[in-house]
């Protein structure tokens, strides 16, 4: 029997007086692969923010088990674009980095062990050739890789994507469909994942949730 890891129960926000939802409960186990779906402005994001603690609730629990500090197993992937544009060089490897700045502060020069924890997570999503390149110079398909690669360093339990594919191309969402799927089967990584590209996805997932008029229902 799978373990419960997250536990949602009669969830309620809003940014105003009016709720985006109200009372929503669902549960994901370790293993999971799941998807969640809604229109714009149904609260996805607002959702995830919540499971984050990047917001508070209204009412309702959110529950981990997972250890005495659940987040520190969590790793996040934002949209592209949202938290991922960097104007300033930095390298591949400073990206990922930034994800082990509990181990690293202090120091002014990265290890050779927190290389050696790079290189892994960047080889887990097929980017370890670009470790010395600018972020700045990668395409869409790569900057995401290599965003996944900076929550993997960290070596999460569960990752949560916040449509991971938004703004890159069709080819390189496959494939990123494709990497999170390995992901999720051969390294037991739990996953919650946005997107608007079901079609590409749903060979993968064992859960489906959707967000509409304030409610949430499973469809898988």
Excluded: W
């Excluded at 105003?16 to 229109?39: A, P, Q, R, Y």
């Amino acid at each position: 029997m799978k373990k419960n890891i997250l536990k949602v129960e009669n969830l309620s926000f809003g940014y105003t007086k009016e709720n985006i939802f109200e009372n929503i409960s669902f549960e994901i186990d370790e293993g999971d692969f799941v998807c969640l779906i809604g229109s714009n402005g149904a609260g996805k994001s607002t959702l995830l923010k919540l499971i984050l603690n990047q917001l508070e609730k209204n009412s309702g629990n959110i529950k981990f088990n997972m250890g005495k500090n659940p987040y520190e197993e969590i790793g996040y992937v934002p949209q592209l674009g949202i938290g991922s544009s960097y104007n300033f060089p930095i390298t591949v490897q400073e990206m990922v980095s930034l994800s082990l700045n509990k181990e690293l502060r202090g120091f002014k020069r990265i290890k050779d062990s927190h290389i050696e924890k790079i290189s892994f997570a960047l080889m887990q999503v097929g980017m370890q050739e670009k470790i010395d390149c600018l972020y700045s110079e990668l395409s869409g398909g790569q900057r995401q890789r290599v965003l996944i690669a900076k929550s993997l360093v960290a070596t999460p339990k569960f990752l949560i994507l916040d449509e991971p594919t938004n703004g890159i191309d069709e080819e390189s969402r496959k494939s990123l469909f494709k990497l999170l799927s390995h992901l999720n089967k051969e390294h037991n990584i739990t996953i919650l994942m946005i997107t608007h590209e079901l079609s590409d996805v749903e060979e993968y997932i064992n859960k489906l949730y959707k967000l509409k008029d304030k409610k949430i229902e499973r469809f898988k």
